[in-house]
């Protein structure tokens, strides 16, 4: 073999089978990726991989009608840049020239078929670089510098530009308290991260490691993916951010240079990075700034959206619905919503938790012990599997700005205390209603319907749609029996189906206490202003007429929890074991559970020993009167409602037989009265 000549890669080996499919043409970039597969690409055949990676194999030469003048008003300064990064660079003498011109050529035409004024603040020198590296022939230069500018350099990439403003909601979303630490000392993304982005990491990057970004992020074939690289870079930086005590404009130089400090092996650890936290972000980050990219056409159409104002990053209703159904990884959302009781109770996202806003400023001790339960009632979520837990907690307003004004405090509250996952649902439920609307009358059977909650007892227009009894449960399933009402009326194709799935929705009331999710979250006044009322006493006979809450269960949404583990939870103050009786006469074996705050039925699963289902949650605070039987002292009934000036509404009703029951009531007879005592001061 001469000297200097490269041994050729060892049959069998992944180089050998890359280069190849290279050989052989028609190759794509699927068919690349799963070669590489993550690994170092051999510098004889990154011209090829790139080109695919870029899709301009086979593209012609765009120069071609071009005559060749370098006749631009700012021509000199393309001149003087293009000599100075030929300079940098070990090309023969006898190569400069023409490589010069190359260059000269490449930027000139470009300015003049996009009708763009050069200036050597846009780092155009910067992205050429490591094109000039591979040598490439003038078109296929042109073509590639193109496809870079075209596909991967986000629109307005100047000072104060919009790309800017998203990566700081990112940051935001990710990383609270290094946001707010660079905020403070008013250090925007673009102060430090204008040429991170710009030229893709080339300006500060070695050649080497410029490459080897380049080779990950143009076989990603994700634009977006920029973002995370910079934000791993931030992170990587924190703990040194945040003990800087020296002034704003070294902290923004230390930042600015932080890519030059990586090398060649810790490119691998910053792409691994970058996977997780681009797992660990909302579909909606690229979804809903696609404009960004692309086409010069297709970013044309305004933005609505203010990035540098938003108070954090919004998801789509549509991601929020999807992401929960989802099985394993992946972004997964707990839903807050922050809208006044009563116009959460009349119709929700079933698997929201209530967190009313207003509370933050009318009481705020009452918002403290609210926020406190959120969290909990997260973790709780989580831990037992639950399709409403998610460590992503998305809030949800009216969708009106004028309401959503309390709703944006409670908001900056979770920011300031640097909760991570923060997000806003976009469009609030106005959103969410027409979103719902919209996919039903394209297609019924589409199964979003069973998001919508359903309430056991709420008199409203959807019994008439298909005859049901005035408590919905025809079926036993309220949610699936809502579903069943609304794919009837679907079915018919009317004009007016998009209105009736909207009065659907907002004639489906449910009481902020006994939602699907975890009641736990406010110890308040159903209404505000009224004196909460709550008697004990007997009764003669079942109040027939009245709802009972089971109705609404659904084994397929409720919760599975191991009994033992939930009566040794340290809030449980009292556990009854008993038997749920239902109106029809059936028992099933279960515990009644006592909180400080709330009461919870776990219903025993016959099959599966020392596990349960949680029948039902129900606040203290909305039980209205306790009964039992004269003939039948054991048998206690439950009335949960609301107290207004017109008197108590009744809203759901529940009938345990409990062994030792006078015990059982006097106990939680004394812990309503606590929360009523409570209430009161």
Same mark, same amino acid.
């Given at each position: 073999m001469a000297e200097g000549e490269e041994a050729p890669p060892p049959p069998g080996s992944w180089i050998k089978d890359l280069a190849d499919a290279l050989e052989e043409g028609g190759c794509d970039l699927e068919t690349v990726r799963n070669i590489i597969q993550g690994r170092q690409l051999p510098a004889d055949l990154r011209a090829k991989v790139?080109?695919?990676? !870029?899709?301009?194999?086979?593209?012609?030469?765009?120069?071609?009608?071009?005559?060749?003048?370098?006749?631009?008003?700012?021509?000199?300064?393309?001149?003087?840049?293009?000599?100075?990064?030929?300079?940098?660079?070990?090309?023969? $003498?006898?190569?400069? #020239?023409?490589l010069i011109l190359d260059i000269e050529s490449v930027i000139t035409f470009y300015c003049k078929s996009r009708n763009v004024k050069y200036?050597?603040?846009?780092?155009?020198?910067?992205? !050429?670089?490591? +094109?000039?590296?591979?040598?490439?022939?003038? =078109? @296929?230069?042109?073509?590639?510098? &193109?496809?870079?500018?075209?596909?991967?350099i986000p629109r307005d990439c100047f000072m104060k530009g919009r790309p800017f403003h998203l990566f700081r909601l990112l940051l935001q979303y990710h990383e609270p308290e290094l946001c707010s630490f660079l905020d403070t000392k008013k250090m925007t993304p673009d102060s430090y991260a204008l040429n991170w982005l710009g030229s893709l990491f080339s300006y500060y990057c070695s050649a080497e490691v410029t490459q080897a970004i380049w080779d990950g992020y143009l076989q990603q074939a994700d634009p977006f993916f920029i973002y995370f690289l910079m934000l791993i870079i931030l992170v990587n930086a924190k703990d040194v951010i945040l003990a800087q005590e020296s002034d704003k404009e070294e902290m923004i130089k230390f930042l600015e240079t =932080?890519?030059?400090? !990586? @090398?060649?092996?810790?490119? $691998?650890?910053?792409?691994? +990075?970058?996977? &997780?936290?681009?797992?660990? *972000?909302?579909?909606?980050?690229?979804?809903?700034?696609h404009s960004l990219f692309g086409s010069s056409l297709l970013g044309l159409k305004d933005d609505d959206t203010d990035l540098s104002q938003a108070l954090c990053l919004a998801v789509s209703v549509s991601e929020i619905l999807q992401a929960n159904q989802q099985q394993g990884e992946g972004v997964r959302f707990f839903v807050v919503d922050c809208r006044p009781a009563e116009q959460y109770n009349a119709g929700h996202l079933s698997t929201a938790f209530h967190l009313d806003s207003d509370l933050m400023l009318q009481n705020p001790s009452e918002f403290a012990q609210s926020v406190k339960s959120l969290l909990e009632a997260q973790k709780q979520s989580i831990e037992s599997g639950s399709i409403a837990g998610g460590e992503h907690l998305c809030f949800m307003g009216s969708g009106r700005e004028e309401e959503d004004m309390y709703m944006n405090m409670v908001l900056a509250h979770f920011l300031q205390k640097n909760k991570e996952y923060v997000s806003i649902a976009k469009g609030g439920f106005m959103a969410l209603q027409q979103h719902l609307a919209d996919i039903n009358v394209e297609g019924?059977?589409?199964? &979003?319907?069973?998001?919508?909650?359903? *309430? #056991?007892?709420?008199?409203?227009?959807?019994?008439?749609?298909?005859?049901?009894?005035?408590?919905?449960?025809?079926?036993g399933k309220g949610v699936k029996s809502l579903v069943n009402k609304m794919t009837v009326a679907l079915k018919t194709k009317s004009v007016n189906v998009k209105e009736k799935v909207i009065s659907f929705i907002e004639n489906t009331s449910t009481p902020v206490d006994s939602r699907h999710v975890s009641s736990s979250d406010r110890v308040g006044k159903p209404y505000r202003g009224v004196k909460p009322v709550f008697s004990i006493g007997d009764e003669e006979e079942y109040d027939t007429d009245e709802i009972d809450s089971s109705s609404m269960s659904d084994d397929d949404r409720k919760e599975v929890v191991n009994i033992q583990t939930w009566i040794n939870k340290p809030d449980v103050k009292y556990n009854f074991p008993c038997n749920e009786v239902k109106e029809n006469g059936h028992m099933f074996p279960s515990h009644l559970l006592v909180t400080a705050t709330h009461m919870y039925c776990l219903r025993e699963i016959p099959s599966?020993?020392?596990?349960?289902?949680?029948?039902?949650?129900?606040?203290?605070?909305?039980?209205?009167?306790? *009964?039992?039987?004269?003939?039948?002292?054991?048998?206690?009934?439950?009335? &949960?409602?609301?107290? =207004? *000036?017109?008197?108590?509404?009744? +809203?759901?009703?529940?009938?345990?037989?409990?062994?030792?029951?006078? @015990?059982?009531t006097k106990a939680i007879k004394q812990q309503i009265m606590k929360v009523l005592d409570a209430l009161e001061s």
């Open positions: 790139w080109k695919i990676a !870029l899709n301009v194999v086979g593209k012609g030469d765009s120069l071609a009608s071009w005559d060749g003048s370098l006749d631009l008003p700012e021509q000199s300064i393309i001149h003087k840049d293009c000599q100075e990064l030929i300079d940098q660079l070990s090309v023969p $003498e006898e190569e400069k #020239s023409v200036s050597s603040c846009l780092g155009w020198i910067h992205l !050429l670089k490591p +094109l000039v590296h591979l040598h490439l022939p003038r =078109s @296929d230069l042109y073509n590639c510098f &193109y496809a870079i500018m075209n596909k991967f =932080s890519p030059a400090n !990586l @090398d060649l092996e810790d490119i $691998e650890d910053l792409f691994s +990075l970058a996977q &997780y936290y681009c797992s660990k *972000t909302p579909a909606s980050f690229r979804k809903d700034n019924p059977e589409n199964g &979003y319907g069973h998001w919508i909650a359903s *309430t #056991s007892g709420s008199r409203n227009s959807i019994n008439s749609v298909d005859g049901d009894s005035p408590n919905g449960s025809g079926d599966r020993k020392g596990l349960a289902y949680i029948q039902s949650r129900q606040a203290l605070n909305s039980v209205v009167k306790i *009964t039992s039987k004269k003939k039948h002292p054991e048998l206690i009934t439950f009335k &949960y409602g609301n107290s =207004s *000036t017109s008197g108590i509404e009744i +809203l759901a009703v529940e009938r345990y037989l409990i062994p030792n029951a006078s @015990d059982a």
